[in-house]
């Protein structure tokens, strides 16, 4: 059973800090996505990547897929309080036609 | 435009009863997927259609959950009879899928609220 798992399970910083979340596999994916979920709302696709030690960018989120495609991280640069919310990262393996969620951070930032 | 539509919002009701969650994905996606999220287990796919065919069903826990997709346009997910376990926010996606593998993104409706007491 492929597992994706997401540390730290909590965050809570300061307004304007940097923070980095982790998603981890021992399994390899073909793609990988991040999503982030707000309360009382459905998880929203943030960015996707497939490329072994690609970074994409998104205003002030910087993502990584590892070289292995094993794992990936989220930077987050000068946090605001928008930010706060559920990030999840799942990863789809060649052979799956569907998509495996990790356990998810979440993430509060004080103002 | 419209995204993916659940009813209802919320739902409590007494175990031992009959729940049908309702879903109407995204026009034009031939994809959808029924999630369970709980605080100890995380998001987890219960059942996957492909154009209104079911074509996983792995993680539907018991028999006593049933999934329908009778056109293109509506989805129901059904638990009878309803036990206390199955409390949990559960949610509709679709996508449009141009192959098994692509990377098309899931667009979540805002989920069903269960309470089984």
């Known amino acids: 059973t492929q597992l994706l798992e997401q540390s730290p399970q909590f965050l809570s910083i300061q307004e304007g800090e940097n923070l980095t979340v982790y998603c981890n596999s021992s399994s390899v994916f073909s793609s990988l996505q991040w999503y982030r979920q707000e309360p009382g709302e459905g998880p929203v696709l943030l960015v996707t990547v497939v490329t072994g030690g690609e970074v994409k960018k998104l205003k002030r989120l910087t993502f990584q897929f590892g070289d292995a495609r094993k794992d990936s991280s989220l930077h987050i640069t000068a946090a605001q309080t928008g930010d706060t919310g559920l990030y999840l990262c799942a990863g789809r393996n060649s052979s799956a036609s569907k998509i495996i969620f990790g356990s998810g951070t979440r993430l509060s930032i004080r103002p | 435009d419209a995204g993916v539509i659940q009813s209802p919002r919320h739902e409590v009701t007494e175990m031992g009863q009959e729940v049908t969650l309702r879903c109407k994905p995204i026009s034009g996606h031939n994809s959808l997927f029924w999630y369970r999220q709980t605080m100890m287990r995380g998001l987890e796919l219960l059942i996957y259609?492909?154009?209104?065919?079911?074509?996983?069903d792995s993680g539907m826990p018991e028999d006593r959950f049933s999934a329908k997709m009778p056109n293109a346009s509506f989805s129901t997910l059904k638990i009878q009879p309803s036990e206390p376990r199955d409390s949990a926010v559960y949610f509709c996606?679709?996508?449009?899928?141009?192959?098994?593998?692509?990377?098309?993104?899931?667009?979540f409706g805002d989920g069903t609220r269960l309470s089984i007491l």
């Open positions: 259609f492909n154009n209104n065919v079911p074509i996983d």
């Open positions: 996606a679709s996508s449009f899928r141009t192959s098994p593998n692509s990377n098309q993104p899931q667009h």
